[in-house]
């Protein structure tokens, strides 16, 4: 009997909707692990140049949904083609704000586009690209992400502008790819193929998912955070300094 080769590195995504503290809590993570085993930092889109520079088209522009998600999805696979996978070659931690998840929650599933998003899924994983090793889902209500939101001023991206329903949808669609959550009120899923496309995602981007209430004071999540992910892989054992990059 031959035994499983462990796969190099450990490749951990934030997710959630809008407000939970992504960008914080991975500067914060960052700061953590300063003096562990060497990591990467990023975010989806963005952390190479050619995603980086696309970025902003892919969040203020307006494009058919299909059109929208095959955007993002290349954006996001220039970014572990780039930076994710050389990184888990050399036995590196990677932390992601945001990965495939948000497309298919932000621009799938509440447009009908979810078995778009699915099949290329799917077609990555045969291609050999490596997914979440971990999934922190950050959740949060939807008053405390407005309250958060305009707090924070945030109007660069088209996601801000969303009226309330349409972020309702996108949370809902968070909770159906990373929880046992079954019942919706703004996504019609009477079409069973719509189930199935939920599953599908799911088995590629939730292997392993650790749900973290957002709604808490920063500081306990980024503690929570920190703890679930030293727990969850073996980098809390490594000591030596790291020559950690993140995305500017």
Known sequence: MSKTTKKPGYFVVLEGIDGTGKTSILKALQDRYLFRKPALYTRMPGGTSFS???RHAALTET????????????LNSDTMDRL????????????????FGSTFCYNGLPYGAEGL???????LEKAGYRFPDLTIYLTL?????LQ??????????????????AKETVKEAYDLLYTTVRSTEHIDMSDHSR??????????????????????PLDMVIDQCFRVIDAESDYAQHKDNSDAWAYA
Not at 68 to 73: A, V
Not at 84 to 99: F, K, M, Q, T
Not at 141 to 145: F, G, H, I, P, R
Request: aromatic content about 6%.
């Open 117 to 123: 998003v699915a099949r290329t899924l799917e077609n």
């Open 148 to 165: 958060r939101e305009g707090a924070q001023g945030r109007s660069e991206d088209r996601f801000a502008s969303f009226e309330l329903k």
């Open 52 to 54: 980086e520079k696309n």
């Open 141 to 145: 209500d939807m008053q405390t992400s």
């Open 195 to 216: 189930w199935e496309c939920v599953n599908a995602a799911s088995r590629i981007l939730a292997k392993k998912v650790v749900v973290v209430d957002a709604s808490l």
């Open 84 to 99: 994710v996978h050389p990184a888990l070659e050399n036995d590196r931690l990677v932390i992601s704000d945001r990965g």
């Open 63 to 74: 494009l058919n949904p299909q059109s929208q998600c095959l955007f993002y999805s290349a």
